[in-house]
């Protein structure tokens, strides 16, 4: 895209989560002036999850076309994927959610 923000520099700011791969959320200042919360994953391949959300946004075009799906406000909360290789990549950080096993942990306890 002509008008798509590219990045401008790395926050000093890093956040090491508690799991087995250690991921690690940071801060990216962006040409567009915004600065993004990504998520780095270490020993993860993240082709199929971008796979994934290339899926999502064709079913999104498919929702959006469709009256029922429109007037419902139907659609799929997509987010960016960056494979950089086999064993590592980028997710755009999504706020305010919850991961699946953490709503489970609480229904289950």
């Given at each position: 895209p002509v008008n798509a923000a590219t990045i401008v520099s790395f926050q000093d700011r890093i956040e090491v989560w508690p799991s087995m791969q250690k991921p690690k959320k940071i801060w990216v200042k962006c040409s567009d002036g915004s600065t993004y919360e990504m998520l780095c994953k270490p020993k993860d391949d993240l082709r199929k999850d971008c796979r994934l959300m290339e899926f999502n946004a064709l079913i999104n075009k498919c929702l959006y076309k469709d009256?029922?799906?429109?007037?419902?406000?139907?659609?799929?909360?997509?987010y960016s994927?960056?494979?950089?290789?086999?064993?590592?990549?980028?997710?755009?950080?999504?706020?305010?959610?919850s991961g699946l096993r953490h709503i489970l942990n609480k229904i289950y306890r």
């Open positions: 009256a029922e799906s429109l007037k419902r406000h139907l659609h799929i909360r997509t994927v960056v494979p950089l290789n086999e064993e590592c990549g980028l997710l755009e950080w999504v706020r305010h959610t």
